[in-house]
């Protein structure tokens, strides 16, 4: 798969010298899904603002399907679709015509027949001749995107497509982003919901405080998803891990006082009862024993913490 969005070290400077964007790099490639997760201002929609020259970085580059977004930013303007947090449509308009009107300021020739492929796709084609304020706001949000789909780019961002909306409007746009993915649009989106990011995304992005902290297959993440541990609450402290117990590479937790260990549910052999076993013969006598599963949000809650700390 060819790359087709790269950003190198890119930094954002507020005017007011707030760094919004502390050096993040990125690749994404061809007919990818990535979601970007992170809290409340971590710099999502900045870094996509900048990636669609909305802002300017402060130094760093960007390129969309080979072209700098600086030097070549007619060219790579035009490769991307834009699909904002905030609705921002004239209320009077026709829905066809501002999807006709989209299209012409990227001096795209009139296409009426793509415009319908758009719209029905996005099951807006009975309500064409309905004017903006005429629709219901989830009709709205995809009026947002046929507008951002009107001049066929190939790279689409969805900043929070679905903040706001409701349970059954969200799994409809993840049908339209599965639909868009499959006619080989990339899509890069930003949420604060982890179950979309898990449902719709080929890849997970975690952004804190300006920084990407991870970008990782969600099927890895999944994987790690699929670790458990076992806490293992012994009856006297430890000031380490004994030599003998070294192969399971535990981890030493609440002062001392209990043994942290980290195993696959899907290996074929968990290691527990040799585990259990060595830590009898090392003449470690046991309080209690626990296990607990970490999720994609525990990654993520553990990971932005980490990064506060
Ligand atoms: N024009 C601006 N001038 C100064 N600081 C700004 C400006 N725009 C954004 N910021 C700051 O940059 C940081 C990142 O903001 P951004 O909107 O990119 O975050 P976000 O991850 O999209 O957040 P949210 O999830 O709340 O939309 C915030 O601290 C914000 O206050």
Redesign the pocket.
Do not use: C, M, R, V
């Given at each position: 798969m060819s790359e087709i969005l790269s950003v190198r070290d890119l930094v954002?400077r507020?005017?007011?010298g707030?760094e919004?964007?502390k050096g993040v790099t990125l690749s994404i490639v061809q007919g990818e899904i990535l979601a970007?997760l992170?809290?409340?201002?971590?710099?999502?929609?900045?870094?996509?603002?900048t990636i669609c020259g909305i802002?300017e970085g402060t130094s760093g580059t960007v390129t969309v399907g080979g072209h700098d977004i600086v030097k070549g930013y007619r060219e790579a303007r035009r490769m991307i679709g834009l699909v904002p947090?905030e609705i921002n449509l004239e209320p009077f308009e026709r829905v066809i015509n501002t999807v006709r009107f989209s299209r012409g300021l990227f001096g795209k020739p009139k296409d009426d027949a793509y415009l319908e492929k758009i719209l029905r796709q996005l099951s807006l084609w009975d309500k064409k001749d309905n004017r903006i304020m005429e629709l219901s706001g989830g009709m709205k949000r995809r009026v947002l995107i046929a507008k951002a789909l009107s001049h066929e780019p190939e790279v689409l961002f969805l900043?929070?497509p679905t903040?706001g909306v409701d349970v059954e409007l969200r799994k409809d746009m993840w049908e339209i982003v599965a639909g868009l993915k499959a006619s080989g649009t990339t899509i890069i989106l930003?949420t604060?919901y982890i179950e979309e990011a898990e449902a719709i995304a080929d890849r997970i992005g975690v952004?804190a405080k300006?920084e990407l902290l991870l970008v990782e297959e969600k099927q890895a993440l999944m994987t790690r998803m699929g670790q458990k541990q076992l806490q293992i609450d012994l009856s006297a402290p430890l000031d380490g891990v004994p030599d003998s117990l070294a192969k399971y590479e535990l981890e030493l937790v609440r002062d001392g006082n209990a043994l942290l260990y980290t195993y696959d549910t899907r290996a074929e052999r968990t290691g527990i009862t040799g585990l259990l076993a060595d830590i009898a013969k090392a003449g470690l006598s046991m309080s209690d024993l626990q296990t607990k599963q970490s999720s994609l949000e525990d990654i993520f809650v553990g990971l932005v913490a980490e990064d506060a700390a």
């Open positions: 954002k507020y005017d007011d707030f919004a964007l970007l992170g809290p409340n201002g971590a710099g999502k929609t900045t870094l996509i603002s802002t947090q900043d929070e903040a930003t604060h952004i300006g």
